[in-house]
């Protein structure tokens, strides 16, 4: 099954949060979802030697294993704008950074430690004890609260939870 490579989905329109932001009118909300699950980033100078990855994520007596699809990393740069008016445009490419980044969704994440054992093409096993925090897509007065985790690989292999 084709894993979906984002971990923040964007729609297009827009929804009213019942928060007020003393003007009288709700603040503004972008109909946005995060992904409850565990996404893993390999920076360049990590991503030598690795073309896939596994996760095995154990709690509460069950364990999963899932594979990691690897997607080519990318960052924006700036390219500038028409000018400086509200209404100009303005725009950024996408330009490869060497690195790779993937995630697995996994329902029913807890809040608490998840034992974790990140595998990639060497066979060598990652164990570390990651805890999920909750977070929100855009900002907690617009809920769509999830537990979510960042693991990030090191130069040299290790894999550590990023806060």
Do not use: N
Not at 88 to 103: D, L
Not at 110 to 119: E, I, N, Y
Not at 126 to 144: F, R, W
């Amino acid at each position: 099954m084709r894993r979906l490579p984002v971990f923040v989905f964007l729609l297009a329109t827009l929804t009213a949060c019942g928060q007020s932001s003393g003007s009288g009118e709700g603040k503004q909300c972008p109909a946005m979802a995060l992904m409850e699950g565990i996404s893993l980033d390999v920076p360049p100078e990590a991503v030598a030697g690795i073309s896939r990855a596994s996760m095995e994520l154990c709690w509460g007596g069950k364990c999963v294993t899932e594979a990691v699809e690897l997607f080519p990393a990318s960052k924006s740069e700036d390219q500038g704008c028409t000018s400086d008016e509200p209404d100009g445009v303005c725009s950024a490419q996408a330009v490869p950074t060497g690195g790779k980044y993937g995630s697995v969704p996994v329902q029913g994440l807890p809040f608490t430690p998840v034992k974790t054992t990140v595998t990639f093409d060497d066979g060598k096993p990652h164990v570390l004890d990651v805890t999920p925090v909750l977070a929100y897509p855009a900002g907690e007065e617009c809920g769509g609260g999830v537990p979510v985790a960042k693991l990030v690989v090191l130069p040299g292999g290790e894999v550590r939870q990023q806060r």
